[in-house]
C-alpha cells in the first residue's frame, strides 16, 4: 500500500473513532419506555376511576378493580412488584393526550383497540372484550337501538359508542358526559332517555339498581387493550405487555378476574 493509501485509511480510522467515542450516536436514540419504568422503579398508569368494576375508588380510598388489578400484574411482571404502580386519573377524552404527551406509561382504561385510535398511539394483544349496549329505566319503552331515533341519549365523550352512534342513528340526540356517573344520574332524574356505552360497565347500573335495566342487543365488538406510545420507543415495553397478557390468559388468571369483577 502506498503511502497515500495508509494516509487515507488513517484519516479514516479517526474519523470513525471520533464518531463512535465523541458523537456518541446512541446517546441521540430514544430509549424504550420499558428503560424509563425499570430506572424510575415504578410504572404510570392511566386509569379510569369512573368506571365500576374496571377501575374505582374502594371503601379505603384505594384504586380498585379489573383495569386496576391488571395494571398490579404488569408491575409484578416488568417491576417484580405489584405495588410498584401510580395510577393517573384519565378519562375517555384525554387518555390518548396523556399516552402521547408521556404523562402515563400505558392506559388501562376499559380501552377499545379501534384502527383510528391505531394511527396516534398502540396498542397491546387485547385482554378482554365488550359489545357497546344501551341503559334505559325499567319502565321505558325503548327496546331497541332504532328506538332511540329522536331521543336525548347520553354518552361519555371519547367513547367508540359516542362515533359508533352518530353513524348508526344520526337521529338521537346525544348529550355528552364526562363520566359515567354523571350519566346514570341524568337518566335517572330524566334528562335523558338512555345511556350507550361497553355492557361490561352499564350492566354494574343494572345489577345495583333495579330501576334501570341493560337491553339485551349488542351493537359493536369492543376488545379492550392497553395503551401506549406509538414507535421505537416502546417495542420493549410492548413485547412485556403482550407476554405478560398472554400469560395471563394461559394461566385462566384472566377468565378469573372477569369472574371476580363482573360477575
Ligand atoms: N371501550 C369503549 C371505548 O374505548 C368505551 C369505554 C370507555 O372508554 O370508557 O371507547
Do not use: H
Not at 392506559?107 to 378482554?128: C, G, H, K, L, N
Not at 354494574?204 to 395503551?227: C, H, N, Q, W
Amino acid at each position: 500500500m502506498n503511502k497515500l493509501g495508509i494516509t487515507l485509511i488513517s484519516i479514516f480510522l479517526v474519523l470513525v473513532a471520533f464518531y463512535f467515542l465523541v458523537m456518541r450516536p446512541e446517546k441521540y436514540q430514544e430509549s424504550d419506555v420499558y428503560d424509563d419504568i425499570l430506572q424510575r422503579g415504578y410504572i404510570k398508569v392511566g386509569i379510569n376511576v369512573d368506571a365500576k368494576p374496571f377501575g374505582f375508588i374502594d371503601d379505603k380510598g384505594d384504586v380498585t378493580g379489573y383495569d386496576a388489578e391488571l395494571a398490579r400484574y404488569v408491575a409484578r411482571y416488568i417491576l417484580g412488584n405489584p405495588d410498584r404502580v401510580q395510577f393517573v386519573s384519565v378519562t375517555p377524552n384525554n387518555r390518548m393526550l396523556k399516552v402521547s404527551t408521556g404523562e402515563v406509561d400505558i392506559v388501562i382504561a376499559t380501552m377499545t383497540i379501534t384502527p383510528q385510535r391505531r394511527e396516534i398511539i398502540d396498542f397491546s394483544v387485547p385482554y378482554d372484550a365488550a359489545g357497546q349496549a344501551i341503559l334505559v329505566k325499567t319502565s321505558s319503552a325503548i327496546t331497541s337501538l332504532t328506538d332511540l331515533n329522536g331521543a336525548n341519549v347520553g354518552v361519555i365523550w371519547g367513547t367508540t359508542a359516542e362515533k359508533n352512534m352518530q353513524k348508526m342513528v344520526p337521529t338521537a340526540n346525544l348529550i355528552g358526559f364526562k363520566s359515567y356517573n354523571n350519566a346514570y344520574v341524568a337518566l335517572k332524574n330524566g334528562s335523558i332517555n338512555a345511556i350507550t356505552s361497553d355492557d361490561t360497565i352499564l350492566s354494574r347500573f343494572a345489577i345495583e339498581d333495579s330501576t334501570v335495566k341493560m337491553l339485551p342487543k349488542r351493537y359493536s365488538r369492543e376488545p379492550y387493550g392497553i395503551g401506549f406510545k406509538k414507535g421505537k420507543c416502546t417495542k420493549k415495553l410492548k413485547a412485556a405487555l403482550d407476554d405478560t397478557i398472554n400469560d395471563l390468559k394461559q394461566k385462566n388468571v384472566l377468565l378469573r378476574m372477569r369472574k371476580k369483577w363482573l360477575e
